[in-house]
């Protein structure tokens, strides 16, 4: 039960909603109720030929009343539930793609990009399940399993309930041994598919290198043997997955056994009518999917509670590159002054930068040379902030850039990487995706600077060419 714990945050948030999806609930299953001992009693009035046309057709129409009924409930409960299941998914997107927009090179070194994938969807769907199937299977195995069993007891015969419900403990201590070796492979099944993610987005990422060079087998094969590992684990998970319904399956067929027997020994005994026994079956027939419901949701729950401190490990990665509340606010202009004593990449052995000393005053050019390696990227990439952690200062009109706020500091920087990134739409939202505001005539002016319009102008679209 850890893994609604540690969703209580988001219970409280939607209790209204998860309210009135329980209340749903109860209403289904207290209907259902009903057509059972009706169908009952009209087998014990054709047994005892007391049966009339008239009395037919009112149990036949209050049987379609129960359905019709029924419908509307089951309408309100799954509306709730699984509704509230979709916006806890669509606030931990949200929450998940934010925090990604604030992290800092450090994490990105850390956490791949097919990882990131795998977490933002495989993930997000299997705690977005306990949020649904989950409730739902909690709280219909208690209420459609209590309701039914009350009845049984209360409508049939209570010695006959009890002896069909003694094989029912078995099934929780199968569904808890199940469930702590599920939890163990379904992490495992998780940070497989990640790797197998990452090395997709990796290949087709790098798919003009692989053919340059020539090395296509070589990439398939790797990739074969990840997924090879990868269906490797995930059939450990199926073959415990598949262990519930079998042992669900035989627990009933023992509930059923004993009913048959006893049953028929109270039928001849006339302890019961051969109605009530109709009526009992029908009960235990309910009592099915709330058994099954017990087994799923023990699978539920340890997938869930696996998906969800991935997700939380990611949550909770820290920034190291603060944007101070109170910086200041205005455009830095001015002199650049680079101090750095020394700077050295995370889980990095060496030093990439040592006593790094230049002053460059407004209106000048500094042209900066060296072999590769030596860390002329890495001294853009302070300017930058892409990085925090080095020995020294950077000044820029005066003040240390640290003493910034980012959405001011950035803008004033104009910078082109040496690997280009283009953005899946126009050239012209391209151009102007640092200020979508620009106007035809400010993104033009930036491509003939660029020396870009001459180029432009020969594509059919011009402008509007889609790129990326």
């Known amino acids: 039960m850890s893994i609604f714990r540690k969703l209580a945050w988001y219970f409280r948030l939607e209790w ?184 997709a987005q990796e290949s087709i990422s790098g798919i003009k290198v692989i053919k340059a060079l020539g090395q296509d087998d070589a990439d398939v094969a790797d990739f074969d043997q990840q997924v090879a590992h990868t269906i490797n684990i995930n059939r450990r998970v199926n073959r415990l997955d598949s262990l519930f319904d079998p042992a669900i399956t035989l627990i009933i067929s023992i509930s059923y056994v004993a009913t048959i027997v006893l049953g028929g020994l109270f039928v001849t005994h006339q302890v019961i009518t051969i109605g009530n026994l109709v009526s009992f079956i029908s009960y235990l027939a309910m009592m099915v999917w709330p058994m099954f419901a017990v087994g799923m949701l023990f699978n539920t729950m340890e997938r869930g509670n696996a998906s969800y401190d991935r997700v939380m490990e990611l949550l909770d990665q820290k920034t190291h590159i603060i944007d101070q509340t109170n910086g200041l606010q205005q455009r830095p202009k001015g002199t650049l002054a680079y101090h750095v004593a020394q700077f050295d990449y995370p889980d990095d052995a060496g030093a990439s930068l040592q006593q790094v000393d230049f002053t460059l005053p407004a209106g000048h050019t500094l042209g900066i040379v060296g072999r590769v390696g030596a860390g002329k990227s890495t001294i853009m990439k302070l300017i930058l902030r892409e990085f925090d952690n080095y020995q020294g200062q950077i000044m820029f009109g005066g003040h240390d850039i640290k003493d910034y706020a980012l959405d001011s500091y950035l803008p004033a920087i104009g910078y082109v990487p040496q690997e280009s990134f283009l953005f899946s739409t126009n050239i012209f939202e391209n151009i102007r995706f640092a200020r979508p505001t620009a106007t035809k005539a400010e993104v033009e002016a930036a491509a003939a600077k660029s020396d870009l319009a001459g180029q432009i102008a020969k594509l059919p679209a011009g402008y509007a060419t889609e790129v990326g």
């Open 16 to 199: 209204r909603r998860y309210l009135i999806g329980i209340i749903g609930l109860l209403l289904t299953a207290i209907v259902a109720i009903i057509p059972p001992r009706i169908i009952g009693n009209m087998v014990d009035g054709i047994h005892g030929q007391t049966m009339t046309g008239r009395l037919l057709a009112l149990d036949l129409m209050w049987v379609t009343v129960a359905a019709v009924v029924q419908y509307g409930t089951r309408y309100i409960w799954r509306n709730a539930i699984w509704g509230g299941a979709a916006h806890l998914e669509q606030l931990l997107r949200n929450q998940l793609f934010s925090h990604f927009m604030q992290m800092d090179r450090v994490f990105y070194q850390k956490y791949r990009t097919g990882d990131l994938m795998a977490h933002a969807t495989n993930d997000l769907e299997a705690i977005q399940r306990v949020a649904g199937g989950g409730i739902l299977q909690f709280a219909d195995a208690i209420i459609t399993g209590g309701t039914t069993l009350i009845a049984m007891m209360a409508l049939v015969n209570w010695r006959l309930t009890l002896l069909a419900i003694l094989p029912f403990p078995l099934l929780a201590l199968v569904s808890w041994y199940l469930g702590q070796k599920i939890h163990r492979a379904f992490g495992e099944s998780q940070a497989a598919f990640s790797r197998l993610n990452n090395k």
